[in-house]
């Protein structure tokens, strides 16, 4: 089945045309990113064995960067035809603990939950609507939530200490981010080593412009650090992670905010960007480490954070067989790998610094020989688990439409 992954962001389309036949038979066709919609668009589009396109691109609403991705498709022939559709969504509330087929009942749940994750969800219902409009009604389309691997986690690590009352009424619960991507590197690790899902116990820590660690228990989520809203827990780009919860109606009263002023504050203005007040890019902070005072604390800050969570997470399990990175910064960043993991040999974990050095944007081994916990870097690919969630759920919908 050739199924088109959308990632659609507030400005950003990323996508990739996979063709998967079920677990471990993917095909990548091609891939790219239509950045800046609704300003001056850029766009990079590749197809498999063939060197990327660049350029300029009319893209005024997610509905002309779909139409466009589907044009390019469409120009080369022997990529065939979109036989579905499969939507990346951050927050699939109470609702969705598992991928589902969009039908109008659907997008309107989604759209309802747009408050909760208000810098994803948005773009998340455009590109679906976009796609709708331009596919049609007969390409089936189906929603992967990045909350769905979370559901497994216990209620004493998904619970807040909040009136009961509030909690039921509002639904408010630990939910967990990343779970497409803390998901596939629990899977590639076990491909990787060997290990089976069941027997699968380790601590993944996705770290990029959003953060998230999660403690992974027999290959299912037992712990995370984002909660109700992806603005708990690591330190990010733009959001700040846990702080003091009086801090928040502190500020508000001093200042005068709204709460949505403070929303904004916390979500766009704050993380490597407010500690630093230079840049939310973790490349542009390490590359002036030992010269600015500012830039040099917000590396500190985050990893700091990112390692206590880690030390956290390896209580909570009671120990784990690996670690192991993915994510933007985690992938390509060996100071960064190499400051969270620094002085934890009481623990059990050692890394190899030559071999940290070298894995760069790709799979591989960091630990030394002499570690009793590995460590491993693991290419983020959310869209190879959004493409076999989009395959499971219509095989299962065509499974049951011809038993009926």
């Known amino acids: 089945m050739k199924i088109l992954v959308l990632n659609c962001g507030s ?5 990739q045309l996979i063709d998967t036949g079920g677990a471990n038979e993917d095909h990548k066709l091609a891939g790219g990113l239509i950045d800046r919609i609704g300003g001056d668009s850029s766009y990079e589009f590749q197809i498999a064995g063939d060197s990327p396109r660049q350029g300029k ?12 991705v589907i044009e390019w498709l469409g120009a080369n022939p022997h990529l065939g035809f979109v036989e579905a559709v499969g939507h990346r969504v951050v927050h699939g509330g109470k609702e969705f603990k598992s991928a589902v087929r ?23 219902v455009s590109g679906i609507q976009a796609a709708r409009r331009v596919l049609g009604a007969t390409v089936p389309m189906v929603a992967a939530f990045d909350t769905s691997f979370h559901h497994t986690i216990p209620d004493k690590a998904a619970t807040y ?3 009961r009352e509030l909690s039921t009424k ?14 596939y590197s629990a899977l590639r690790y076990g491909e990787l080593t060997g290990t089976t899902a069941d027997r699968t116990t380790i601590v993944t820590l996705h770290l990029g412009n959003g953060c998230s660690a999660c403690a992974i228990r027999n290959g299912e989520s037992f712990d995370t650090s984002m909660g109700f809203t992806p603005l708990e827990g690591l330190v990010m780009g733009t959001r700040s992670g846990d702080l003091d919860p009086g801090l928040v109606s502190y500020v508000a009263r001093q200042e005068g905010f709204e709460p949505a002023e403070v929303d904004n504050l916390l979500n766009t203005r704050s993380g490597l960007l407010g500690l630093s007040g230079l840049s939310s890019d973790m490349r542009e902070l390490t590359a002036v480490y030992h010269d600015e005072p500012r830039a040099r604390l917000a590396v500190d800050v985050f990893c ?34 190499e400051m969270i993991c ?15 050095e070298a894995v760069i944007g790709r799979d591989g081994s960091i630990s030394s020989n002499q570690s009793q916990i590995k460590l491993w870097v693991v290419h983020a690919d959310e869209e190879r688990i959004i493409a076999r969630d989009t395959a499971r759920v219509l095989n299962m919908a065509s499974g049951e439409k011809s038993r009926s």
């Open 11 to 15: 400005s950003t389309l990323k996508f």
């Open 342 to 356: 620094r002085d934890m040999d009481w623990c059990g974990l050692n890394l190899d610094g030559a071999a940290n």
């Open 57 to 68: 691109v009319a893209a005024e609403n997610h509905e002309a960067a779909v139409a466009k």
């Open 102 to 124: 969009i039908d109008d009942r659907v997008l309107e749940i989604l759209d309802s939950l747009c408050e909760l994750a208000p810098l994803h969800n948005p773009g998340s």
């Open 304 to 337: 700091y954070r990112a390692r206590k969570y880690l030390g956290a997470y390896l209580a909570a399990l009671n120990g784990a067989e690996a670690v192991v990175f993915s994510g933007g910064i985690a992938e390509n960043s060996p100071m960064i790998r």
């Open 161 to 163: 200490a909040v009136p």
């Open 170 to 183: 509002y639904s408010i619960r630990r939910y967990g981010f990343h779970g497409l991507a803390h998901q």
